[in-house]
């Protein structure tokens, strides 16, 4: 801000000066040159002017800002403050004016920062738990989505395995029950193989009797 000071300062004099050349010459006859130093003089100064303005808003917009953000910063600390309370504190040349308004309630204003800060540190945790369990839940839809298929392959071949043991099983009952069966029909071609024999020696025996 000095060196914008220092510069405007310095434009306006040298402004000034011009403005006392065109004065002089203007005492004297005119020539072209002359008009063209009026026409230039005129030009600058309402530049000038313009700049000046423009700079003079800018820093009243500033002024407005901080004038907001003071008061804000105020707020939160507890300080029970308005706009003109802060345009006050603002004019004033104590340099300790802020201070003695945060301090008288400095004890409300301790207490409250800290069931702020612990309902913010809350606040954190819990959105990054929910961010976790987000993270989680797209992973394992993703996961689901890309084994989908072998999940209903291994499906698929449990139930085959199943049909072939359900038919394993109905083939090893058919082949006990057909092992039954031939064992008594073995003990059936035995019994008749054995009366046969007995038939043929006792027919031996007494065809040797008789001979």
């Given at each position: 801000?000095?060196?914008?000071?220092?510069?405007?300062?310095?434009?306006?004099?040298?402004?000034?000066?011009?403005?006392?050349?065109?004065?002089?010459?203007?005492?004297?006859?005119?020539?072209?040159?002359?008009?063209?130093?009026?026409?230039?003089?005129?030009?600058?100064?309402?530049?000038?002017q313009t700049v000046m303005k423009d700079y003079n808003r800018s820093q009243l917009e500033y002024r407005d800002k901080c004038k907001s953000r003071i008061k804000l910063q105020l707020q939160v600390a507890g300080a029970d403050v308005n706009d003109e309370k802060v345009e006050d504190m603002l004019e004033s040349t104590n340099p300790c004016v802020f201070t003695d308004a945060v301090?008288?309630?400095?004890?409300?204003?301790?207490?409250?920062?800290?069931?702020?800060?612990?309902?913010?540190?809350?606040?954190?945790?819990?959105?990054k738990s929910i961010e976790e369990m987000r993270e989680m839940f797209a992973q394992i839809?993703?996961?689901?989505?890309?084994?989908?298929?072998?999940?209903?392959?291994?499906?698929?071949?449990?139930?085959?395995?199943v049909d072939r043991v359900e038919a394993a099983k109905a083939s090893v009952e058919k082949a006990v029950k057909t092992q039954k069966?031939?064992?008594?029909?073995?003990?059936?071609?035995?019994i008749i193989l054995?009366?046969?024999?007995?038939?043929?020696?006792?027919?031996?025996?007494?065809?040797?009797?008789?001979?």
């Open positions: 801000m000095r060196n914008v000071k220092n510069l405007s300062l310095r434009v306006g004099k040298e402004l000034k000066a011009l403005e006392e050349s065109a004065k002089t010459d203007h005492l004297l006859p005119s020539t072209g040159i002359d008009r063209i130093k009026a026409y230039q003089h005129s030009a600058l100064l309402k530049k000038f301090l008288e309630q400095t004890t409300a204003a301790k207490k409250s920062l800290i069931e702020i800060e612990a309902r913010h540190a809350d606040i954190i945790k819990l959105e839809a993703l996961l689901v989505d890309q084994q989908g298929d072998l999940i209903d392959n291994i499906e698929h071949n449990v139930g085959m395995a069966s031939a064992r008594k029909k073995k003990i059936i071609c035995y054995g009366v046969l024999i007995l038939i043929l020696i006792t027919t031996v025996a007494s065809l040797l009797g008789l001979t």
